[in-house]
């Protein structure tokens, strides 16, 4: 079945590094844009980054430009978020999320993973 | 940045009755809008996308309106399945936002 898998997740101290990955299965990874969605303890759903379906095409939300590095491995189908200089700020449940539209029509995210928690503490 | 202010923040209600929850963007996002619903320790699960389109599996209880800057969503008749967070997106431009979330408990 369709299926979205993270992991990565973990507790990481204030200015260190940690990489997600998200592993898909069920569809054609490589027609779909992605997207990373964290979710602090209690709060509201934030987004954070895009990839399009060719990886060609990345956006970030000002929150984490320039900290964080998205990629994706098509023949691996497999999603990434590198996050540099992590701040306690940055704690959160990350989700990576399905585009609903192929090649690029982003109206909704239909495929969420399970999502994996990060904790920035020292 | 576009924001999704939605409203009431929190509602209290009890199964069979009809609800609508509002989502109003600080600017025209036409209707690239997507309603999810999200119960505690789960990931968001997609409802209503393109403002009025009922994902598919979706019961039909959930109907979405709305265009440019004011959206809703409505459940016909709750059930006790229904009760959770629901949270707006705007997909009209980067970067992508959600609106605070309404939080729906039982009476």
């Known amino acids: 079945q369709v299926q979205l898998v993270e992991s990565g997740g973990g507790v990481v101290q204030p200015g260190r590094s940690l990489r997600l990955s998200c592993a898909a299965s069920?569809?054609?990874?490589?027609?779909?844009?992605m997207h990373w969605v964290r979710q602090a303890p209690g709060k509201g759903l934030e987004w954070v980054a895009i990839?399009?379906?060719?990886?060609?095409?990345?956006y970030y939300s000002d929150s984490v430009k320039g900290r964080f590095n998205l990629s994706r491995d098509n023949s691996k189908n497999t999603l990434y978020l590198q996050m540099n200089s992590l701040r306690a700020e940055d704690s959160a449940v990350y989700y990576c999320?399905?585009?609903?539209?192929?090649?690029?029509?982003?109206?909704?995210?239909?495929?969420w993973g399970q999502g994996t928690v990060v904790t920035v503490s020292s | 940045d576009i924001q999704l202010t939605q409203s009431p923040s929190f509602l209290s209600a009890s199964v069979g009755d009809r609800v609508t929850f509002t989502c109003r963007a600080s600017?025209?996002?036409?209707?690239?809008l997507a309603w999810y619903q999200q119960k505690p320790g789960k990931a968001p699960k997609l409802l209503i996308y393109?403002?009025?389109t009922l994902r598919s599996g979706v019961p039909s209880r959930f109907s979405g309106s709305g265009s440019g800057t004011e959206f809703t969503l409505t459940i016909s008749s709750l059930q006790p399945e229904d009760f959770a967070t629901y949270y707006c997106?705007?997909?009209?431009?980067?970067?992508?936002?959600f609106g605070q979330g309404t939080r729906l408990e039982i009476k």
């Open positions: 997106q705007q997909l009209n431009s980067f970067p992508i936002t």
């Open positions: 990839t399009s379906y060719d990886g060609d095409n990345m």
């Open positions: 393109a403002a009025s």
């Open positions: 999320a399905k585009e609903l539209g192929d090649y690029g029509e982003m109206n909704a995210f239909d495929i």
């Open positions: 600017q025209g996002i036409n209707s690239y």
């Open positions: 069920g569809f054609t990874f490589s027609t779909y844009g």
